[in-house]
């Protein structure tokens, strides 16, 4: 099987050989990323954005804060800059995309659908929105959801695999909002982009970290392929394997808040090995990869060397136990 076989048949839960996997080049992987470039939902470490948000860091990281955000009062959004995603020289670098990926599975990133609205609004004045102003809110949700599916219908005339964004929903031990809220302001737009993308023969992959156990179920009912998470330990393996294995691809590197933090390289294996059992099934489910920031999150190269060495072991052994 190719890269892109692999993957798929790792999403769709159709036996493949082996792990599809996301490591430093040293270990390899079977993903290609690819996009609008530049960005529409580029967030900075400085400076302002497209949509007129301004960014700040205090220390030498890539990703800043939102200091100064442009929707103060719901009277700014006749004022709003909404970026033209159809831009042309958005698209020179995913025109080739497919010819530079070779047979590896390309995602492509579409705008955050919750971040980008507390980047707007500010995070407190989106919370008070969501009681005292939900139809406003879920308008400008709709511009983002409408400018989406426009971004995906040109990315599958080039050939992408994919769509992934970004929209972190919990905190430690929570939700961030009521799950009822979510369900009525957010989950519909999200079923209207990954609806858009499947029509267009493109899988649907989210980034969400915290404890989002309350609307992973959800997820799974609207069509999402994948979720991409860098935490588990808040929400335990063993919850996540009863309630949700089979039935959505968990595509996850080991807790980077706990394990691959503070352990040592064997408490890395072994939950890895954890990770294996109970995220995924013998017929798929489950995708490992690495946190693309190690030093951001404190992870040391002899964790990272013991994770991507277990889980390539574990292929492996997959792919012995099928000859």
């Known amino acids: 099987m190719t890269s892109r076989e692999v993957v798929r048949a790792t999403l769709y839960f159709k036996n493949p050989p082996r792990y ?6 040293k270990y390899g992987s079977d993903f290609y990323w690819s996009g609008m470039s530049p960005s529409p939902d580029g967030r900075r470490s400085n400076g302002t954005d497209e949509w007129g ?10 990703l800043g804060e939102v200091q100064d955000y442009p929707l103060k009062s719901w009277d700014d959004l006749k004022n709003l800059n909404i970026p033209d995603f159809m831009r042309e020289d958005r698209w020179e670098s995913i025109k080739t995309a497919r010819e530079k990926a070779g047979d590896k599975y390309i995602f492509v990133g579409i705008c955050s659908m919750y971040e980008r609205l507390h980047f707007l609004r500010g995070l407190e004045n989106l919370m008070c929105d969501i009681v005292t102003d939900a139809e406003g809110l879920t308008a400008l949700l709709n511009v983002i959801a409408d400018k989406n599916i426009e971004a995906i219908e ?11 964004f970004c929209d972190d929903w919990g905190l430690q031990d929570r939700l961030m909002i009521d799950p009822v809220s979510w369900r009525a302001i957010w989950k519909p737009a999200y079923k209207r982009v990954f609806d858009a993308a499947h029509l267009s023969g493109m899988d649907c992959i989210l980034h969400s970290c915290g404890y989002i156990t309350d609307i992973i179920g959800d997820l799974i009912e609207i069509g999402l392929n994948a979720i991409h998470m860098d935490q588990q330990e808040n929400m335990g393996l063993t919850n996540l394997h009863e309630r949700f294995a089979g039935r959505i691809t968990f595509f996850s590197c080991v807790d980077i808040q706990k394990t691959m933090a503070r352990g040592t390289p064997d ?18 489910g489950f995708i490992p990869r690495w946190y693309t920031d190690p030093a951001g999150a404190g992870h040391t190269n002899e ?15 997959r792919e012995r136990e099928r000859v």
């Open 20 to 25: 599809a996997y996301s490591f430093p080049e």
């Open 53 to 62: 948000c301004r960014w700040a860091t205090l220390v030498e990281t890539s």
């Open 154 to 164: 040109r990315y599958a005339a080039y050939g992408a695999d994919a769509i992934f």
């Open 267 to 284: 408490d890395v294996r072994a939950y890895a090995r954890e990770m294996g059992r109970l995220l995924g099934t013998s017929s798929g």
């Open 303 to 317: 964790n990272i060397e013991a994770m991507c060495d277990e889980f390539i072991k574990m292929s492996v052994e």
